[in-house]
């Protein structure tokens, strides 16, 4: 069936580098992905999104890109602080099922960051 | 000022016992979800209601069956809760295409 995936279930970064978290999706006919962060003991809070129709958006230290061609999407996180450890989630709302609600995700397996000072 | 709310935040029963966990939004959103997430992190849609109809409803055993009083609340009631109900539940909301605010979650372990 359809699924949306990550590569990595753990990173561990420097605090300063840059992080970068992978994610492959197979629904062909997703047209919008949103990047998912949950700290520990709470519940998902949004990062970024970003529709079919464009392959790179910015955010305030965040950087979401889309590679449609071979289905992928990253989310890469700049000066990575200790506020960054959590786990990220990829998420695809792909078309046809049930229309265009952002709530109908379907998520990918998460993605430990953890930062070392 | 929480924004979406759901109580209990921890809740520990038998097999067998029937439970319930409320969850309220005062974001005025028209949308609400209960969402499964499992020991391995993996989160899964299981029930989608907007303004109180039902509008998802994923491959979930007929002992959940949630509820949805007004458009504020979605309480979601289980019923001969077995081991494998054990899980953080989640409950969101948006506008029909915005951003999903989660909860703080409700951790639910059968004994």
């Known amino acids: 069936g359809e699924s949306v995936g990550l590569h990595l279930p753990t990173l561990s970064v420097q605090e300063g580098d840059n992080s970068i978290i992978n994610c492959a999706y197979s629904n062909s006919a997703s047209d919008y992905f949103i990047w998912y962060k949950q700290e520990s003991g709470k519940g998902p809070q949004f990062i970024i999104d970003i529709r079919s129709n464009m392959d790179k958006r910015q955010g305030q230290r965040v950087t979401v890109l889309l590679n449609k061609t071979v289905k992928h999407l990253s989310l890469q996180i700049a000066a990575t602080q200790p506020g960054d450890s959590a786990v990220y989630f990829c998420a695809e709302n792909g078309l046809g099922n049930y229309g265009g609600s952002q709530g109908n995700l379907i998520f990918g397996k998460g993605t430990k960051l953890s930062v070392k000072p | 000022d929480t924004a979406v709310s759901q109580t209990p935040k921890y809740l520990v029963t038998q097999m067998g016992n029937d439970k319930s966990i409320k969850c309220e939004q005062n974001?005025?959103?028209?949308?609400m979800y209960w969402y499964k997430q499992d020991s391995k992190k993996f989160l899964k849609i299981m029930f989608s209601y907007n303004n109180k109809e039902l509008i998802i409803n994923e491959t979930v055993p007929n002992r959940f069956s949630p509820k949805s009083p007004d458009k504020a609340h979605l309480n979601l009631h289980i019923n001969s809760l077995e081991l494998g109900d054990s899980a953080v539940y989640f409950c969101?909301?948006?506008?029909?295409?915005?951003?999903?605010?989660f909860g703080e979650g409700s951790r639910l372990t059968v004994l």
């Open positions: 974001l005025g959103h028209d949308t």
């Open positions: 969101a909301s948006s506008l029909i295409t915005g951003e999903l605010f």
